[in-house]
């Protein structure tokens, strides 16, 4: 007899449970089409429905326990001469078989069975939904075994071939730093399949439809997305019929990468007592892979500076990201000339007021203009007579570390290094900064630009602190109006600095966690919207009455919904900390969703 094949539920490569079939194999149609299995005369008897299922192996027996020795997916073949005599004993056969998953039995007529196999058999393969295929001429069994295992092991070297193409690609992409659009588009070349990448609050970051209606595949996005909930790192979830893995790197997730299998949208169902259906395996690598090259593509960043320019970025973005031991940032700042130790640090980031103007430029002149912001910082710092660390920070802000003797310095160093930077930039307004300083909408002098500080520290294991508050107060700043030399925190409001915290994933995940279940309740009840009836009490300083008639509804029915939303989150509407708490989530639900 030829071997079983291994139980399901196995693990792949990627760590995932490998449950579902993989499209590799031929389907029990397919095998009957094969010129051995027609020499055979074959003719379907019983579970016509079935004959679509895959075919992992070819088994065969002339025994009636064969069914402990299989592991489902199977064609078995037979004569039928080791098979039971009476009734119960056939039904038993065809039930051990059904409930084993094996996909479809054929039996040779002639040595058992001459004009049909017993109508009690058929009978109960129908009732099972189990393939019995009689074949009315002798036929070799091996010759059929031959040809099918002949067919598995091309397929599998198909897939095999196109697993090598899948890591080939993405190591191709990550080392050109490929950008998130290329990898989706890649990723869906492919798949032939439409995939998205949100972040964790179900916002569209890329996507790619694959020649699909992108209208479609995005409408309601949020609300679907809230729906598919696969379980494990990466995992399909069958009700949706999307492939979904976590997007993020050094413990940081940030999103989901999903891929839509099948891509007509059609999931395919799983036959009682047969395993998940679910997507190829080369698939589950393939979304894994461009994951990976995503968050590796967020990691890194190329920029041509000097050697001593880079090392000044290295230590801020260290400093920023964590990414070395503090102590190693000072020891290297010091050999710089710049000590950190020992001294009051304050935090400031420098940027353009418009983002827009960079893209009117092209990429190689908004680089151009980043630079010589970046110059005019540091030249700043050296006619202030300050020391820092001065470096660009990401594409748009340029951020410096100063380092005072005292707290008693800081404002007055604050003031010094805006009047330095103003009296540089208008001095540059002529000379080599003037392409990338001159605001072209104004015609003369230099862009508009925000100078924002954080909060002094006293020590260089809370620098993060300030620079991270710097660059929060600058991006909330660009909606402010007033022309002050220096932004502090105080000048910006709550819903400014959500707004510019909308990318954060702690911020993303706070969010989640505090509304995420009312959101999903909504995405399930769409006519309902509860977070509407939660935003009108919180808005309307808990003031029941006032709430309801903002929303339009009666206070009996008003006070229903609030009932149902305390048990939803499982809070007390009534407590000052819960209700502050789900205010703020709304506020940056908000930003999040914010254009």
């Not at 071939?161 to 992409?173: G, K, S, V, Y």
């Not at 809230?226 to 940030?254: E, F, N």
């Not at 290295?314 to 964590?322: G, M, N, R, V």
Request: charged letters at 25%; glycine letters at 8%.
């Amino acid at each position: 007899m030829s071997p079983a094949v291994p139980a399901r539920g196995g693990k792949s490569s990627s760590g995932v449970t490998d449950g579902s079939v993989s499209a590799v194999f031929p389907t029990v149609r397919e095998i009957l089409a094969l010129d051995p299995v027609r020499h055979g005369a074959p003719r379907v008897v019983a579970g016509d429905d079935g004959l679509d299922r895959p075919v992992r192996w070819v088994h065969v027996a002339e025994v009636p326990d064969i069914a402990t020795l299989l592991g489902g997916g199977e064609l078995v073949l037979t004569t039928g001469i080791g098979l039971p005599a009476d009734d119960a004993g056939l039904r038993a056969f065809i039930g051990d078989l059904a409930d084993v998953g094996v996909s479809g039995l054929v039996v040779e007529l002639g040595r058992r069975y001459l004009s049909g196999v017993p109508r009690v058999m058929a009978a109960a393969a129908d009732r099972r939904g189990l393939p019995l295929v009689e074949l009315r001429r002798a036929t070799p069994f091996v010759r059929i075994t031959e040809a099918v295992h002949a067919l598995i092991v091309d397929a599998q070297l198909t897939e095999l071939r196109a697993t090598e193409e899948i890591h080939q690609r993405f190591n191709d992409l990550s080392v050109e730093g490929a950008d998130t659009a290329e990898v989706i588009r890649q990723a869906a070349e492919l798949s032939g399949c439409p995939v998205v990448l949100e972040n964790l609050s179900r916002q569209v970051l890329g996507y790619d439809p694959a020649g699909e209606s992108a209208e479609l595949l995005l409408d309601g996005w949020e609300q679907h997305s809230r729906r598919i909930r696969p379980a494990g790192r990466t995992a399909y979830d069958l009700d949706s019929g999307w492939l979904v893995t976590t997007v993020g790197a050094r413990g940081q997730d940030w999103g989901r990468l999903l891929l839509r299998w099948p891509a007509s949208g059609d999931v395919p169902s799983a036959q009682a007592g047969e395993p998940t259906v679910g997507p190829p395996t080369r698939l589950t690598i393939l979304i894994e892979r461009a994951a990976s090259t995503l968050a590796l593509g967020r990691l890194i960043r190329r920029d041509a500076e000097g050697l001593e320019r880079q090392i000044h970025r290295t230590l801020l973005t260290a400093l920023l990201d964590h990414s070395r031991p503090v102590d190693e940032v000072g020891l290297r700042a010091k050999a710089l000339g710049v000590v950190l130790d020992r001294r009051h640090l304050v935090g400031v980031m420098v940027r353009h007021r418009a983002d827009d103007a960079a893209g009117e430029v092209g990429p190689e002149a908004a680089q151009a203009r980043l630079r010589d912001l970046a110059e005019a910082v540091g030249q700043a710092v050296r006619e202030a007579k300050l020391t820092a660390l001065t470096s660009a920070v990401d594409d748009h802000s340029v951020g410096a570390l100063l380092a005072l003797p005292d707290p008693a310095a800081e404002d007055r160093a604050l003031s010094a290094f805006a009047s330095a930077l103003h009296r540089v930039r208008l001095d540059a307004g002529t000379g080599r900064a003037s392409t990338a300083g001159v605001d072209p909408a104004r015609g003369a002098g230099p862009a508009a630009v925000i100078v924002a500080a954080g909060s002094g520290v006293g020590s260089l294991r809370e620098a993060r602190r300030s620079l991270v508050e710097a660059r929060q107060i600058a991006e909330a700043a660009r909606r402010d109006r007033r022309d002050l030399p220096i932004f502090r925190l105080p000048h910006v409001g709550l819903a400014g600095l959500l707004h510019l915290l909308r990318d954060e994933p702690r911020l993303q995940t706070f969010v989640e966690r505090e509304l995420g279940t009312l959101l999903e309740y909504d995405a399930r009840h769409p006519r309902e919207q509860l977070l509407d009836t939660l935003r009108a009490y919180l808005e309307q300083g808990r003031n029941k009455s006032a709430a309801a008639a903002v929303a339009h509804l009666s206070r009996p029915a008003f006070y229903e919904r609030l009932a149902r939303i305390a048990r939803i989150l499982d809070v007390d509407l009534d407590s000052v900390e819960a209700a502050l708490s789900l205010h703020v989530a709304l506020l940056a639900l908000e930003a999040v969703r914010a254009p």
